[in-house]
């Protein structure tokens, strides 16, 4: 499926609204504390977080979990509840730019498998909260990255007002 395929919106001027996609925060526990995991991108190799379209029959968190799964070769346990969302313009060629809202799910790391669909294709590395935070783009992810906390064992998420 083609990228004209994924946007039901036109891509002229007049369409508004931003496309919604789905990220996964991979994170693990590490010997210095909570580590997030980068992968550059395809074309500009900036550090972001695994992102994509939602997939039919696939839930959010699962369309996270997929993502993160093709482009980082991430296996774990994603969080059903978004940490939050953040917006950028995803270039899909020379001179079109679609304005993208991206809900984001936490995936807590089991493995990393070595060889996955875009392996050839990026690089990933782990980073401490506040480096990987500094090396994204997007302001708001940052402050997704920055404001992590772990779910405790045996809960989803913590409950805002706890």
């Known amino acids: 499926m083609g990228w004209q395929d994924k946007i039901a919106a036109p891509m002229t001027s007049g369409g508004t609204g931003a496309k919604i996609q789905y990220a996964a925060l991979c994170w693990r526990k590490g010997d ?5 995991l980068l992968i550059t991108s395809r074309d ?8 994509g ?19 980082a070769g991430v296996e ?29 799910y936490g995936l807590r790391v089991k493995r990393l498998a070595d060889k996955f669909p875009e392996v050839k294709e990026r690089r990933r590395d782990w980073f401490p909260p506040d480096v990987a935070a500094d090396l994204v ?8 990255i920055r404001g992590f906390i772990p779910p405790a064992e045996g809960r989803p998420a913590p409950i805002a007002g706890e």
């Open 32 to 36: 210095q504390g909570v580590e997030i």
């Open 44 to 51: 500009s190799g900036r550090w972001v977080i695994p992102k």
């Open 137 to 144: 783009q997007e302001p708001e992810l940052a402050q997704i």
């Open 53 to 71: 379209w939602p997939m039919t029959g696939l839930s959010p968190e699962a369309a996270a979990a997929q993502e993160a799964w093709e482009e």
């Open 76 to 104: 774990g346990v994603v969080n059903p509840m978004s940490l939050g969302r953040f917006g950028y313009h995803k270039a899909l060629g020379d001179a079109v730019r679609v304005p993208c809202a991206v809900a984001v």
